[in-house]
């Protein structure tokens, strides 16, 4: 197993997360999309840690992410929720308002 | 209450009395209507009431008076008290205050009455006044109709009320500042009543004339009273409280100015070194500028014809009796500052305005200028007597000169009033049957203007003549004896016998032009009486003082009042030692003495000057125009009225109008030009500095607002609102990004 496959795996990882966030409309998805970018992103520090010179500091990197991205996740669905009582819906292509 | 404060309380009220009036009317007017009667009841009451109190000032004074009546001088007797003092600069003081003499008393009587008379008259003889639209019909518009305007009755009265407080406080004046406050007043509703026709362009130039004239004899009266105030430190006539009044100082000016060369012009050595003789002459002669403007007095005496303008009322009291009468009365009041060579030029001044006065009133055509002409004449005569020192004589003639002169102003009143407003001599005559008691009266009054009487008769020992025959004679006298002390100056004696003359033969000739001969044909026509009682009564009590005011000639009971106050005589440079005056007084005595000759004298003139004027116009045995082609030339020159107004005009109006008008026309071609043309430039800048403003500084900041208005507007629609979208383009610039990155990074490991 080398780094590069590890970054493949990221790479593709990183690439459906956008794919998702790109395509789908429900405010759900588009959460999951990005918790699949951070998670590729994850990947990457921890990958660069085991196979560089950069060390544990890849590893507790990884972890700040982790926690952050908890904390992001309880924050979006508190804005999905808020979403819904607003707009009856999850659409994310519904809320335009701020344009108007 | 004591009988001083009595009489000081009564002549103070009766003076404020009239003001009174004035402003009650002139607040009447801004409720009552222009119909109502009610101003000329207020005014008559008011001057009536102060007439009432004159006469009881009077009354008490003769009643607690010591004063025997005589021909010895009397004691003086004067009451002057100041009430408040205007301005004090260290000793200098200008006091506001009062000094009553008998010669005061009777002013205030005689003012007092004449204005209660004409007040009365006025009632009638302006009662077309109380209207909302008087029709003026000596005025026409542009289709000859009569010009209309709202009357002007409340206007008339509150001016009448206002000339009569200013002439009583002239009388009552201890000062000659407050004198000559009063003065300008005088002359100021002089001015408002001449011009009381204002829409008529005659009344208004002679309002104006009348004004001018009067200010240039003020300039000389002002100037007097600096010389007085720089020489002698005073300006009051009287002493009170102590204060040296202008006698005692201006005696002492004089005998410190016997030290100076009489030809010493320089004024003062110093600050405080004596005033020169000149200089004091000048003082008085400057105050007689003031009265001769005032008198209308030649060479000022053209403005008093032209105020005839004003209402017939008002000639009769303002022109005839009282405002002219002031310059008398102040030359009488200020005769101890007066050096003889003043006195003297006054003289001449009198006897060319006596002479010139009477020649032109003999040619006159109009009612009221005859009667004008004979008062600058007998004003003349009055300042002849002070000229000559005869100074109660000058006084004398002055009260009954203002009986007889206002009864012929209101009897000419009446006759104008009679016939619709006709003063034409010439398209008048014949009244006298329709106008019965206006011809006996107006009699009256020619016959004491003239000074006729019947020589040799006496009845209970009074003479056979009117007021004017005994105070004529007193002037007569006085000239006589003046003459007789200074024979170089026999031309003054000449001149007033002539003088005597020509009087009455002028005002016969009024009388019997109005009243004796036949009827011109216009008038038969006419409804001609008498007018009600307002119009006559005023004629009968005039006509009884015109009369029998002077019995007892200058032994009687006026003369003597008028002595009372004599104690100013001139020659009171007699005190003044080492130094020969150009002139010799003469002492009453020695006027007496001539009394009979002088009266005989004048009285042959006067009948011989009645004779004429019988034979001219009474019996028609001379033809008037044969008359006046014997004397052409003279007659030209005094219907022209000896050219004085065509000369003014010429040298002094002409002069003043030609560079009025170049200066007008500098105004207007030059300084008007240059005004324009700078506000037209900064029309231009402000112009240019709009455009500027508009198509540069506005256009920018426009532009640039539109600029990023419409920036915003564009990149408005990039914020599409899709979140998709933003995260699509998010990472096609990421790609993008890195694309870049790999093309232009340096070569990899």
């Not at chain 2, 200028?369 to 300042?383: E, F, K």
């Not at chain 2, 100056?489 to 033969?505: E, P, Y």
């Not at chain 2, 020695?590 to 004429?612: E, F």
Request: glycine residues 10%; contains cysteine.
């Amino acid at each position: 197993m080398t780094l590069g496959a590890y970054l493949t795996v990221a790479a593709v990882l990183f690439a459906a997360g956008l794919t998702c966030m790109m395509t789908k409309r429900h405010a759900l998805g588009v959460l999951m999309g990005v918790e699949l970018v951070l998670n590729s992103a994850c990947l990457n520090l921890v990958a660069f840690a085991r196979y560089t010179a950069l060390g544990i500091d890849g590893q507790i990197f990884a972890l700040f992410v982790i926690v952050i991205a908890a904390a992001e996740a309880a924050v979006a669905l508190a804005i999905a929720l808020n979403y819904y009582n607003n707009f009856l819906t999850v659409d994310v292509d519904r809320g335009d308002e701020l344009k108007r | 209450m004591t009988a001083d404060s009595l009489i000081i309380a009564c002549l103070t009220t009766a003076w404020l009395l009239p003001l009174f009036g004035t402003v009650a009317i002139s607040l009447l007017r801004l409720r009552a209507s222009r119909l109502s009667g009610l101003p000329g009841v207020v005014g008559v009451g008011c001057v009536t009431a102060a007439w009432g109190l004159a006469c009881l000032a009077g009354i008490v004074w003769l009643a607690t008076g010591s004063s025997e009546v005589g021909h010895e001088v009397l004691e003086q007797r004067r009451l002057v008290g100041d009430w408040y003092t205007l301005a004090s600069f260290g000793a200098l003081k200008f006091p506001l205050g009062y000094a009553i003499d008998s010669l005061t008393i009777v002013m205030f009587a005689l003012v007092t009455l004449i204005s209660t008379a004409v007040h009365l008259y006025s009632l009638v003889y302006l009662a077309d006044e109380r209207t909302e639209c008087y029709l003026d019909h000596h005025l026409h518009g542009p289709k000859g109709e009569p010009v209309e305007r709202p009357g002007r009755f409340g206007h008339f009265y509150a001016a009448l009320g206002l000339f009569t407080f200013a002439m009583l406080g002239i009388v009552l004046a201890h000062g000659l500042l407050q004198i000559f406050v009063f003065w300008e007043l005088v002359g100021f509703s002089s001015y408002l009543l001449i011009g009381f026709y204002q829409e008529r362009w005659a009344a208004r130039q002679a309002s104006f004339k009348a004004f001018l004239m009067n200010r240039v004899g003020d300039v000389g009266f002002v100037l007097g009273m600096t010389i007085l105030l720089a020489t002698c430190g005073t300006l009051l006539l009287f002493p009170s409280h102590g204060a040296p009044a202008l006698p005692e100082t201006f005696a002492a000016a004089v005998d410190a100015a016997q030290s100076v060369p009489a030809d010493d012009f320089s004024g003062t050595h110093g600050m405080s070194g004596p005033a020169s003789y000149t200089l004091l002459v000048a003082a008085g002669l400057g105050l007689l500028a003031g009265c001769v403007g005032k008198s209308a007095q030649f060479p000022l005496h053209t403005w008093l014809v032209d105020a005839m303008e004003g209402p017939t009322p008002v000639s009769a009291l303002v022109h005839s009796a009282t405002m002219v009468a002031a310059g008398v009365y102040l030359a009488a009041r200020v005769v101890p500052v007066l050096l003889p060579e003043a006195l003297l030029v006054l003289a001449y001044v009198g006897i060319t305005t006596l002479l010139l006065g009477a020649s032109m009133a003999l040619v006159a055509r109009d009612l009221k200028q005859v009667l004008a002409h004979s008062t600058i004449s007998q004003l003349g005569m009055m300042l002849l007597g002070i000229g000559v020192g005869a100074w109660e004589a000058a006084l004398f003639h002055l009260v009954t000169h203002a009986f007889f002169k206002s009864l012929l102003f209101l009897g000419a009143g009446s006759v104008i009033y009679a016939v619709h407003h006709e003063q034409d001599l010439d398209r008048l005559g014949g009244l006298r049957p329709r106008l019965p008691l206006t011809a006996f009266t107006m009699l009256i009054g020619v016959l004491a203007l003239s000074g006729l009487a019947v020589p040799y008769v006496t009845i209970f020992g009074e003479s056979l003549g009117f007021s004017g025959f005994h105070s004529k004679d007193a002037i007569v006298s006085g000239t006589m004896a003046f003459v007789l002390k200074n024979p170089q100056h026999l031309l003054l004696l000449v001149a007033v016998i002539l003088g005597a003359c020509l009087t009455a033969a002028y005002s016969l000739r009024l009388w019997l032009r109005l009243f004796a001969s036949e009827t011109p044909a216009h008038l038969s026509m006419l409804k001609i009486h008498e007018g009600p009682w307002p119009i006559t009564l005023p004629l009968v009590v005039l006509a009884v003082l015109a009369a029998f005011s002077a019995l007892g000639g200058e032994g009687g009971w006026l003369s003597s009042l008028v002595q009372q106050s004599a104690g100013l005589m001139p020659g009171f440079g007699s005190g003044t030692a080492g130094r020969t005056f150009v002139v010799q007084w003469a002492d009453p005595e020695a006027r007496h003495a001539i009394h009979g000759t002088a009266g005989a004298i004048t009285l042959t003139a006067a009948w011989l000057g009645a004779l004429i004027a019988w034979a001219v116009y009474g019996q028609r045995i001379i033809s008037a125009a044969d008359l006046s082609r014997q004397f052409g030339a003279i007659t030209h020159l005094a219907t022209a009225r000896w050219y004085f107004d065509r000369l003014y005009r010429m040298f002094l109006v002409q002069p003043v109008l030609v560079l009025a008008g170049h200066v007008g026309r500098m105004d207007k071609w030059i300084l008007d030009p240059l005004i324009d043309a700078g506000a037209a430039f900064s029309v231009r800048v402000s112009a240019w500095s709009r455009w500027c403003d508009e198509g540069i500084i506005d256009k920018l900041v426009d532009g640039f607002g539109r600029g990023v208005w419409s920036s915003g507007l564009s990149l408005r629609k990039a914020q599409t609102g899709h979140i998709r979208q933003y995260v699509l383009l998010a990472a096609a610039a990421v790609v993008v990004l890195f694309l870049l990155l790999f093309a232009w990074m340096p070569g990899g490991k």
